[in-house]
């Protein structure tokens, strides 16, 4: 199952660091693109673990709703809002303005 879980977690970070600069997707378009649309949840396991991966932009990845869910996660009271801020991105009250404008949705992976 560790071993599953770890293999899972790399398809995952393979997703996120193909999300371009000044873009977010969603915990559950990257399930949904891994062929596990109900691992949703996981992804967001796999994102919580990805920090100690400089090149895994964790902080593109936000909830269905645009919210930054995520962003306890982070060292400092609003670095994902910052860092995603520095990109272009519009935040207001910890949700992503014109969500569908930023929106990248990644392809399925083969």
């Not at 599953?4 to 915990?27: A, H, L, N």
């Not at 967001?44 to 991966?53: I, L, R, T």
């Not at 645009?66 to 962003?71: D, E």
């Not at 969500?99 to 392809?107: G, Q, R, V």
């Amino acid at each position: 199952m560790v071993k599953q879980s770890s293999d899972f977690f790399k398809k995952v970070y393979g997703i996120v660091r193909q999300i371009p600069y000044g873009k977010v997707t969603t915990y559950g378009a990257i399930a949904k693109a891994l062929g596990a649309a109900k691992s949703a949840r996981t992804v967001g396991y796999a994102m919580n673990a990805s920090h100690q991966y400089e090149d895994v932009p964790a902080h593109r990845v936000v909830n269905r709703n645009g919210v930054l869910t995520g962003k306890h996660h982070f060292p400092g009271t609003h670095v994902m809002q910052q860092m995603l801020e520095a990109e272009g991105v519009k935040i207001k009250d910890d949700q992503i303005i014109d969500f569908e404008k930023y929106l990248w949705i990644p392809s399925l992976q083969d």
